[in-house]
């Protein structure tokens, strides 16, 4: 497997005559085909919100504090799942209530009205996690029409979350989200060929170590070679052909340790804020890999500019930092 990649060489001059050089890197996702775009810009700074202030003011009447939550959600229509609340640990699944699938479902992930991103526990995140599959093979058993999920963690309000309370969401239904289908049917039509394309990507990362940031138990951490978003993308990626719903406890275990690991890498980077998303088929487990994605999230000071622009119209992406530079600082973090 290549990891492709084309740059550009620009020279531009100031009005003094002097050139100014710059260059852009386009770069092809390894699977899907996907151009991602590494651009040479000054990072300006980046404008972190006040997380503990915002906690202070929203916590009286959050609706997923336990004091709201016994009366403030609603139940879920469907017999299977009528059994409520739904916990495991900390973990509460309830019912979505604007829902964008046939089955939607929120898990708030803990007690706390607020936890910063560099404090997430094994067992927290491993709860939250476990629900989701309880919720998944009742939804898989029940209803056979069901072909797809979708798990994805918005945390803060940069990420697009509209409640500070952490919590997953989670869907399943007939059709996979764009960027779940691309991968899945990626992996599908290399399996046809004889080819675990997964296996291979893996492989190659190990072998050029540039993104290869090691492993935590069946789980690879890999910087993403051409990211989704504006600064860069964690990989876990499952050694193993295999699905979300039938992970065994100990992958499980890992992978909750792996996501830690990254949320606390993230932090140490500069950000309070970040999206992760988890892909997966939801039955055929003998044709994809599991992958979690995780990427920061933030807003360009001092006017609060968003770091998703046109790119999500075109659907094509901008990175300001190297993938390989921030790897060569993800191997460092671990090895101190």
């Known amino acids: 497997m290549k990891f492709q990649r084309h740059r550009e060489e620009i020279v531009l001059f100031d009005a003094a005559g002097k050139p100014l050089e710059s260059w852009v890197e386009i770069r092809v996702h390894p699977v899907t085909g996907e151009t991602s ?3 040479h810009v000054p990072l300006k700074k980046v404008t972190l919100p006040d997380l503990k202030g915002m906690a202070a003011k929203t916590r009286e009447g959050c609706p997923f504090c336990p004091e709201q939550l016994s009366h403030a959600t609603p139940r879920f229509r ?28 929120l898990i708030i992930l803990t007690e706390d009205h607020y936890v910063p991103l560099d404090a997430w526990d094994v067992q927290r995140i491993m709860d939250g996690l476990s629900i989701a599959q309880e919720f998944l093979r009742r939804v898989m058993d029940h209803d056979t ?14 990420s697009g979350s509209s409640i500070l ?4 969401q989670l869907s399943a239904g007939s059709f996979a989200t764009n960027r779940a289908r ?38 690879h951490i890999i910087l993403a070679f051409a990211p989704r978003g504006r600064f860069f993308e964690i990989n876990l990626i499952h050694e193993s052909l295999g699905s979300f719903p039938a992970l065994e406890e100990e992958d499980l275990e890992t992978l909750a340790k792996g996501v830690r690991n ?48 046109f790119q999500m119209l075109i659907d094509e992406f901008f990175a300001l930092f190297l993938p390989e530079e921030v790897a060569r600082r993800f191997q460092n973090s671990l090895a101190s």
């Not at 309370?165 to 997953?168: A, E, Q, R, S, T």
């Not at 399996?191 to 675990?196: E, W």
Request: contains cysteine.
């Open 37 to 39: 775009r590494i651009i």
């Open 78 to 105: 469907e017999p299977f799942l009528r059994e409520w609340p739904m916990k495991q640990g900390e973990s509460v699944l309830i019912p979505n209530r604007f829902p964008y699938d046939r089955y939607c479902a």
């Open 145 to 158: 029409s069901t072909q797809s999920f979708s798990l994805n963690w918005n945390f803060a309000p940069h």
């Open 165 to 168: 309370h952490p919590h997953l």
């Open 182 to 219: 691309r991968l899945l049917d990626a992996s599908y039509l290399g399996m046809l060929k004889g080819r675990d394309i997964i296996a291979e990507w893996i492989e190659a990362e190990q072998t050029e170590g540039a993104r290869w940031c090691g492993q935590i138990g069946l789980w």
């Open 262 to 309: 990254a949320l606390n890498f993230v932090t140490a980077m500069g950000f309070v804020s970040m999206n992760l998303s988890l892909f997966s088929p939801l039955r055929n487990e003998g044709t994809f890999h599991p992958i979690v994605s995780i990427s920061p999230r933030a807003c360009i000071g001092p006017f609060q500019i968003s770091d998703i622009s």
